[in-house]
């Protein structure tokens, strides 16, 4: 695979309800003076075409930070892989390079890692392990998967890590970096990442 021909563009999924941080949204959430999502778009920018965020609520304030902003289309917050399904859908590049919107202290190096990983494993749907756990919405994704994506979704089925399984999944190896994916969820997980800098 020649990465140098390969189109990627960026997605941030920011669709979801926060109900675990009394309905916040996650991605106008601040760390160090600035948005979560403006911290990811810097990691995401330089190494993609396009920017895209999903999200269900807000957009005015995502479109200052993307290209793109496009909702889940349905209103019914159905999860992750409906906001992945959206943002495949308004890329026509090769490739979509995604991050969730809580994960502000992402890796300089995460774009780097990940298109490298894709260069040794051609074709592959390639996810972020961190040494412990899988990050299913750390992903570099071929674009042409939104209908694999949709057709899941109409069976009824919302699993994220069983879709990828079935989606000729490869992971990429963050296991010296795990604290670049701590994802805010919990106002103590907030104060975990306050206490990283």
């Not at 941080?21 to 979560?36: A, R």
């Not at 995401?44 to 909702?71: F, H």
């Not at 939104?146 to 994220?160: H, T």
Request: with cysteine; charged share 25%; aromatic share 6%.
């Amino acid at each position: 695979m020649n990465l140098s021909t390969l189109s990627v563009d960026a997605g941030i999924i920011a669709g979801g309800l926060g109900s675990r941080l009394e309905g916040v949204d996650k991605g106008l959430l601040h760390w160090q003076g600035v948005e979560f999502a403006i911290h990811i778009a810097a990691r995401l920018r330089p190494y993609t075409k396009t920017l895209i965020v999903n999200c269900n609520r807000n957009s005015e304030r995502y479109q200052s930070v993307a290209d793109k902003v496009v909702s889940d289309g349905d209103g019914e917050f159905n999860g992750p892989l409906a906001g992945l399904r959206a943002l495949l859908q308004a890329s026509d590049a090769d490739y979509l390079l995604v991050s969730p919107c809580d994960t502000p202290a992402l890796p300089e190096d995460f774009a780097e890692k990940m298109l490298a990983c894709l260069k040794e494993n051609p074709g592959a749907t390639i996810a972020v392990d961190d040494g412990d756990r899988l990050h299913p919405l750390h992903l570099l994704i071929p674009v042409s998967l939104a209908e694999s994506i949709d057709g899941y979704l109409k069976s009824g089925e919302r699993r994220m890590i069983k879709w990828l399984k079935q989606n000729n999944l490869v992971c990429c190896d963050f296991s010296d970096q795990p604290e670049g994916f701590l994802n805010v969820n919990s106002p103590e997980e907030m104060e975990r990442l306050i206490g990283q800098i």
